[in-house]
């Protein structure tokens, strides 16, 4: 989602559905299926795993992307959630075959060939920490309703991570009951990162009335990485 914009006619505002995330910091792809597919080969020069894949659904795997394996030979190939470090296609024109790597510590092995068949979910992609600048910044507004349950209540949920951040930044919670920038005020403190440390990330806000909710980025201080912030009601 972009930052938060002034003049309402560039504004965006995305409608929050109960049980759905919606994501005020980063996206995740939601109408595209995983990746899926079989193993072909693979090779060990530890600490990194090479893996031929043939993808039988979903798009091309892409550097970051977690990938779980079942079946492969040698079994400590069977890893779960591995973080795909390159991705390089095998064949021109492309025929869905990808080599993989990705970080293992085993005994060593050649190219061999090995059965086998792979998952890798689409993940969250997160935005630059500076999207909105150095200073102070907004991330887009979300619009919140009323819940469904026994407290008829608006308990809304608010998760920030922060993914490769380094140096120091804070990410406030914020919420008005008009969406014009001078009406937001500060709900809760979700994540602190300081020295590349986190602290925080989740929060339940309970009972709140207000009708827009965003994030504030601030005390941006030396940093590098991408924040994901999103929103359940």
């Known amino acids: 989602m972009p930052v938060y914009q ?87 024109p492309d025929d869905g075959t990808y080599d993989i790597t990705f970080t293992l510590t085993n005994s060593n092995i050649g190219t061999t060939l090995s059965p086998g068949r792979f998952d890798a979910p689409q993940t969250e992609i997160g935005d630059s920490v500076v999207l909105g600048g150095t200073g102070t910044w907004a991330s887009a507004a979300i619009a919140i309703q009323m819940n469904t349950g026994p407290n008829d209540g608006r308990s809304v949920r608010f998760d920030v991570s922060a993914p490769g951040v380094s140096g120091s930044v804070l990410v406030v919670a914020q919420s008005a009951d008009l969406d014009i920038d001078s009406e937001y005020q500060d709900l809760a403190t979700i994540l602190q990162v300081t020295g590349g440390v986190p602290a925080g990330g989740a929060i339940v806000v309970s009972q709140t009335l207000q009708r827009f909710v965003r994030f504030s980025v601030r005390n941006i201080v030396g940093v590098t990485g991408t924040l994901i912030g999103k929103v359940e009601v």
């Open 6 to 92: 002034l003049s309402p006619i560039q504004r965006k505002v995305q409608q929050a559905v109960p049980g759905v995330p919606a994501y005020a910091l980063g996206s995740l792809n939601y109408i595209v299926a995983p990746t899926k597919g079989n193993v072909v080969q693979v090779a060990l020069a530890s600490p990194t795993a090479t893996v031929r894949l043939l993808v039988k659904e979903g798009q091309v795997p892409y550097v970051g992307q977690l990938i779980s394996f079942q079946g492969v030979v040698p079994a400590y190939f069977n890893v779960v959630n591995a973080s795909i470090l390159t991705v390089s296609q095998v064949n021109t």
